[in-house]
Antibody
Framework: QITLKESGPTLVKPTQTLTLTCTFSGFSLSTSGVGVGWIRQPPGKALEWLALIYWNDDKHYSASVRSRLTITKDISKNQVVLTMTNMDPVDTATYYC?????????????WGQGTLVTVSS | NFMLTQPHSVSESPGKTVTISCTRS????????VQWYQQRPGSSPTTVIY?????PSGVPDRFSGSIDSSSNSASLTISGLQTEDEADYYCQSDDSSHSIWVFGGGTKLTVL
C-alpha cells in the first residue's frame, strides 16, 4: 500500500522560505518510471501543479513559480523535499504530495493528506 | 501554455447519468493523456480516470472517460449516479513536451 505524508510549517511570514517534506512508503523512488510531485490548492480554489521529480533525478517545475522552487529527493529516507522561496500571502494553500506511477502517461495517485500552509505576518 | 476549461457546476438526480467536459485551449487533446480526479469535501483528490479512459483498481465501472477530437475536449461520464459521487472533479493533462502538467478549474457535481 502506497502512502505519502506531508510535513512542514503551518505558518510562514511573507518573504520567508517554505520547506515541505514528503515522507512516503510502499514504493521506491529508485524504481524506473516512478515520480513524486507537489500540487497545491488555495482555499476554495482549483488544483495547481508545482513540481515533479523522477527516479532518475529528472526535475520539472511549473513555469509560474519555477524561479522560486527546488525539489530534491533522498532515496535512503524515502523523502522528497520542496522548497519555495519568497513566500507571499497568495501562496496560502493546502500543499499535496503525490505519487506518479510508472505508466505510459504521467498521472498522479495516490495523494497525501495535504498540509495547509498560511502565509501571514 | 494551454488551459483546460470545465463547467463550474453540474447537477443531476440519483440513478441518472452525467457528463463533465474538459476543453483544451491549444494543442491537440488526443496528443496528451487526460486524467480525472475526484475530490470529496474535506478530502484529498483521488484518481478516477487516467490515460483518457483507464480506471484505477477500485474505481467502479460507472466512471468512464473519453476524448472528442472534433471539439478538442475530454469527458468524464458517471452513470447510475449515487449521492457519494457528489464532489469536485478536475481534469488534468500535460503539454507537448510532457514536462508541464495543467489542471482544469474543477466542476462541482451535485447529486440531488
Amino acid at each position: 500500500q502506497i502512502t505519502l505524508k506531508e510535513s512542514g510549517p503551518t505558518l510562514v511570514k511573507p518573504t520567508q522560505t517554505l520547506t515541505l517534506t514528503c515522507t512516503f512508503s510502499g514504493f521506491s523512488l529508485s524504481t524506473s518510471g516512478v515520480g513524486v510531485g507537489w500540487i497545491r490548492q488555495p482555499p476554495g480554489k482549483a488544483l495547481e501543479w508545482l513540481a515533479l521529480i523522477y527516479w532518475n533525478d529528472d526535475k520539472h517545475y511549473s513555469a509560474s513559480v519555477r524561479s522560486r522552487l527546488t525539489i530534491t529527493k533522498d532515496i535512503s529516507k524515502n523523502q522528497v523535499v520542496l522548497t519555495m522561496t519568497n513566500m507571499d500571502p497568495v501562496d496560502t494553500a493546502t500543499y499535496y504530495c503525490v505519487h506518479s506511477p510508472h505508466s505510459v502517461g504521467t498521472w498522479f495517485g495516490p495523494w497525501g493528506q495535504g498540509t495547509l500552509v498560511t502565509v501571514s505576518s | 501554455n494551454f488551459m483546460l476549461t470545465q463547467p463550474h457546476s453540474v447537477s443531476e438526480s440519483p440513478g441518472k447519468t452525467v457528463t463533465i467536459s474538459c476543453t483544451r485551449s491549444s494543442g491537440t487533446i488526443a496528443s496528451n493523456y487526460v486524467q480525472w480526479y475526484q475530490q470529496r469535501p474535506g478530502s484529498s483528490p483521488t484518481t478516477v480516470i487516467y490515460e483518457d479512459n483507464r480506471r484505477p483498481s477500485g474505481v467502479p465501472d460507472r466512471f468512464s472517460g473519453s476524448i472528442d477530437s472534433s471539439s478538442n475536449s475530454a469527458s468524464l461520464t458517471i452513470s447510475g449516479l449515487q449521492t457519494e459521487d457528489e464532489a469536485d472533479y478536475y481534469c488534468q493533462s500535460d503539454d507537448s513536451s510532457h514536462s508541464i502538467w495543467v489542471f482544469g478549474g474543477g466542476t462541482k457535481l451535485t447529486v440531488l
